[in-house]
C-alpha cells in the first residue's frame, strides 16, 4: 500500500452491537491505521476511575467522547469507532480538519439488540444491574434513535453486519472509497 497522502479519518458508525469495533478493528489492521475505539477509552476510565454507579457510567461516558474527539482532532489518520450522535458527530467530525470515510455497520436493529441482549462486557457498564425492564428500555432506545449513517459522504459505505464479515471485501470498498474522496493508502 502507498502512504497516507492526506489526513484521514474513516469513522465506523451503527447501532450499538451492530459490530462496529469487528469492522474498525480488520481496516485499522489492513489499512495501517490507528484505532481509537470510544468503548476502550471508556473501559480505560472505569480501571483508572471506577464506575460507582449507572450515572457515573454516563458522565464518564460523556468524557470519554471528549477524548476520542479530542484524539480525532490530532491524529493524521484513524479509524474511530463509536456509537454517534447524530446531531453534533457530523459536524465535529468534519471539523477534524481531514478527508472522512464513513463505513456504516448495517444491520437489523433485531439482531443489533439479541447481540446487545447476549454481549457481556466490562462491569463498569453496569449491564448485571439492569433489569430486565431496563434492558428492554434500552433496547427501544436503540431503535427510537436508530438513523442509520451520520451523512458524512453522498456515499458512505454499507456493511451488512448481520453475516459473517468478508474482511478483504470490506477492504477493498473502503480503499475505493478513499480514492474516490482523493486520497489513498
Given amino acids: 500500500m502507498q502512504p497516507v497522502t492526506a489526513r484521514l479519518l474513516v469513522v465506523v458508525s451503527g447501532l450499538p452491537a451492530s459490530g462496529k469495533t469487528t469492522v474498525g478493528t480488520v481496516l485499522s489492521e489492513r489499512l495501517s ?3 481509537i475505539d470510544k468503548d476502550a477509552i471508556l473501559e480505560a476510565l472505569f480501571d483508572s476511575l ?8 454516563q458522565r464518564l461516558s460523556r468524557a470519554s467522547d471528549e477524548v ?12 474511530l469507532v463509536n456509537w ?7 459536524s465535529r467530525l468534519q471539523a477534524a480538519g481531514a ?17 446487545f441482549e447476549a454481549r457481556i462486557r466490562h462491569p463498569g457498564h453496569h449491564d448485571f444491574r439492569r433489569s430486565p425492564e431496563q434492558l428492554a428500555e434500552d433496547i427501544e432506545h436503540m431503535r427510537k434513535w ?3 449513517p ?9 456493511i451488512d453486519t448481520s453475516r ?16 474516490a474522496l482523493g486520497s489513498s493508502v
Avoid: K, M, Q
Avoid at 480525532?72 to 484513524?78: F, L, M, P
Avoid at 454517534?84 to 457530523?90: G, R
Fill in 164 to 179: 459473517p464479515l468478508d474482511a478483504d471485501r470490506v477492504t477493498r470498498r473502503v480503499l475505493a472509497a478513499i480514492e
Fill in 99 to 115: 478527508v472522512v470515510v464513513e463505513v456504516f455497520c448495517d444491520c437489523p436493529v433485531e439482531v443489533a439488540a439479541t447481540r
Fill in 68 to 79: 476520542l474527539f479530542g484524539l480525532a482532532a490530532a491524529a493524521d489518520t484513524a479509524v
Fill in 146 to 148: 436508530y438513523r442509520g
Fill in 50 to 57: 471506577g464506575c460507582a454507579d449507572r450515572n457515573e457510567r
Fill in 33 to 35: 491505521l490507528a484505532l
Fill in 84 to 90: 454517534w450522535n447524530h446531531d453534533s458527530a457530523p
Fill in 150 to 158: 451520520l451523512g458524512l459522504n453522498e456515499n458512505p459505505v454499507h
